[in-house]
């Protein structure tokens, strides 16, 4: 038995509706961000109401009892807008419109509404580095040749070299290759250059550039109109370029990434954006939220981006980044609380998105990053994720979960080079590009794909879904208490009933023995033993949790988490 004395789920728990325009509740405590659970909806792969293989809208909006009752506050949605989809959305064409393939502005505010209803709240992704370069801006500056106001807009520049045949610097793109590509001018000759950080068809802005910052300042109103509670700012970290674009002087510089300030991350700048940004959030009821997507050389930067006046948090990487280990997740949860005290702000705590290696075969492999293409040791994995997430859920602050988590997914290592589709896969020496293997859509039901993601004889999902996911759909799952989904809505539901696990900005740190960690929070104590052995340790408490079914009493079982009432 995975639960002990926990009588779940949160749906029991009376949850406030909420207004519309995302405003508490009479008698609901202000801060709902500062401890919450906000779970990530990759609108691709969660749920295809049409029957496309496409996930949709209205799919998810069919879906929301699930994370009703799987016990979270908040939806985060990666992006619906209007995109040719050369990077999965993340490729803007039109911000204030809905793809058509993931429906239309109607069921993005019937989705709001019905999510509300639920007392769940929606938080929105916003893709300000970059456009596609199908926006109308990009199109029109292109058309319109050099000299035209509208180039202002995104970076062009004239090329090195005596026919202007070299890029204007040696910058690298996320993806791989330059991040410079040429043009043609409106005659067919060679003409300036354009940067992008990411694919090439992601354009980056130029926020020198009037314009662009005042159709953002439009674009967040056009949302919060919309009554959404908040914004994941996509590649906070990157708005700003260093005067002059100066040259790197170096190759591989993605290896840089996260260890030294580059002339096109992190500079200071940034922050005025993100203060202009939250003085807009401010006129609205409710408190509406902004989140960064900030990579940044240490915590204490990614602190700077949620100081009082700017944005309300910021993911945790180096959480993400931490392998299964307790004396480096001790060192990062305490980093962590460390940097962001100072400045109020919650910490962030997440183990899987979008864009990594699903936790649960992160954690079968040996260490090794978080692009990984090996399926590792499933069971291993599958147990160490679990035992991971229970101590996420333990820590003082607002964590982050990514769809599927709650089964228990793993990634899908094998998929054939032939059904990928991150861009980042078919450029050369960019990220190793496997972020397929996460966005696999889920499994909801049924014995065979696409397992209810869709209606059934209308094709294939997007991507193909592995034969041996109908035992973890989520109704097979359903009702069993050793599963990984009953395991999600218990932890969720005592983190409700239990308000100081998410509560503060310190953990007590108990004496353990190598390997394992132990930490108090109020009368509530979390055990994590980390190595593969079990370890003799007395609790002085009851048994509330234990992330497996292999226990006896004074011992924590290998690789487990557990946690106590004391
Ligand atoms: C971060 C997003 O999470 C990722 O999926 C995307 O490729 C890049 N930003 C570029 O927008």
Known sequence: MTQASTTRSAADTSRPVLATAGTPAAGEPRGWWRDAVIYQVYPRSFADANGDGMGDLPGIRSRLPHLRDLGVDAVWLSPFYASPQADAGYDVADYRAVDPMFGTLLDADALIRDAHALGLRIIVDLVPNHSSDQHEWFQRALREGPGSPLRDRYHFRPGRGTDGELPPNDWESIFGGPAWTRTENPDGTPGEWYLHLFAPEQPDFNWDSPAVADEFRSILRFWLDMGVDGFRVDVAHGLVKAPGLPDLGTHDQLKLLGND???????????EIYRAWRKILDEYPGERILVAE???????????????????????????????DAAGLREVIDASLDAMRPVGAPTTWV???????????RFGNPPGGTQLRTPGDRELGLRRARAATLLMLALPGSAYLYQGEELGLPDVTDLPDEVRQDPSFFRASGQDGFRDGCRVPIPWSGDAAPYGF??????????????EWAALSVEAQTGDPNSTLE??????????????????DRVQWLDAPAGVLMFRRGDFVCTVNTTGQPVELMVPGTLLLSSVEDRQPGVLPADSTSWWAV
Do not use: C, K
């Open 487 to 504: 395991l999600y809505r218990s932890a969720l539901a005592i983190r409700r009933q239990r308000p100081e696990l998410g509560a503060g």
């Open 294 to 324: 900030a990579w940044t050389p240490t915590v204490e930067r990614t602190a700077n981006y949620v100081r009082p006046d700017e944005m309300h948090q910021a993911f945790n990487f180096q959480y993400l980044s931490t392998y299964w």
């Open 351 to 361: 183990l899987s998105n979008h864009d990594v290696t699903r936790h649960a075969t």
């Open 454 to 467: 869709g209606p059934v004889a209308q094709g294939p999902s997007w991507l193909p879904q592995p034969a």
């Open 261 to 271: 300030v580059m002339p096109f991350f992190d500079q200071d700048g940034v922050h």
